[in-house]
């Protein structure tokens, strides 16, 4: 129980390395507001700038959205230590979205918005970056493991 503990704190702690990482190379490498390819009819990268939280909601509140971010971490934090019995699948999930919201919760914090960098090419959608991908994974993890159960809450 211990053990599965650790791992999602160990996971939350890999997502903000990866995620101020590759933040830090975007910033450093990427032009703001230009596009490059980098996987061919896939993914460009394109610095942005986001004030705002999911799909730009809320833009210009900076404030808000890292007071947001930082109770969320705090809650998933407590969540993870209040857990009766952890199973792998919601060890990671937790784990992924407290990485994902001390990721972009710090941005918010340090610069007063976040840095988003990935561009799908074929669709339409909001630049993104991978604390956002953790989040995503973390829903997707949530929903495994409720259908692992057949829609059973399990404890």
């Keep these: 129980m211990r053990r599965l503990r650790n791992l999602a704190f160990a996971c939350a702690a890999l997502v903000l390395l990866l995620d101020q990482l590759s933040k830090a190379l975007a910033v450093a490498n990427l032009p703001l507001g230009s596009s490059s390819t980098f996987l061919?009819?896939?993914l460009s990268?394109?610095?942005?700038?986001?004030t705002g939280a999911a799909f730009s909601l809320f833009s210009g509140n900076p404030q808000?959205?890292?007071?947001?971010?930082?109770?969320?971490?705090?809650g998933v934090a407590v969540w993870i230590q209040r857990q009766g019995q952890l199973t792998?699948?919601?060890?990671?999930?937790i784990g992924l979205l407290l990485g994902?919201?001390?990721?972009?919760?710090?941005?918010?914090?340090?610069?007063?918005?976040?840095v988003d960098f990935l561009?799908?090419?074929?669709?339409?959608?909001?630049?993104?970056?991978?604390?956002?991908v953790a989040i995503n994974?973390?829903?997707?993890?949530?929903?495994?493991?409720?259908?692992g159960n057949h829609g059973q809450a399990s404890v």
Excluded: H, K
Excluded at 88 to 93: A, D, E, K, V
């Design 137 to 147: 994974l973390a829903v997707l993890c949530f929903a495994i493991e409720l259908l």
């Design 100 to 114: 994902g919201a001390l990721g972009n919760g710090l941005d918010r914090w340090r610069l007063g918005y976040v």
């Design 119 to 132: 561009a799908l090419v074929p669709v339409s959608f909001p630049v993104f970056n991978l604390a956002d």
């Design 45 to 50: 990268l394109q610095l942005v700038r986001n």
């Design 64 to 74: 808000l959205l890292g007071l947001v971010s930082l109770l969320v971490s705090i």
């Design 88 to 93: 792998l699948t919601r060890s990671l999930g």
């Design 40 to 42: 061919p009819g896939l």
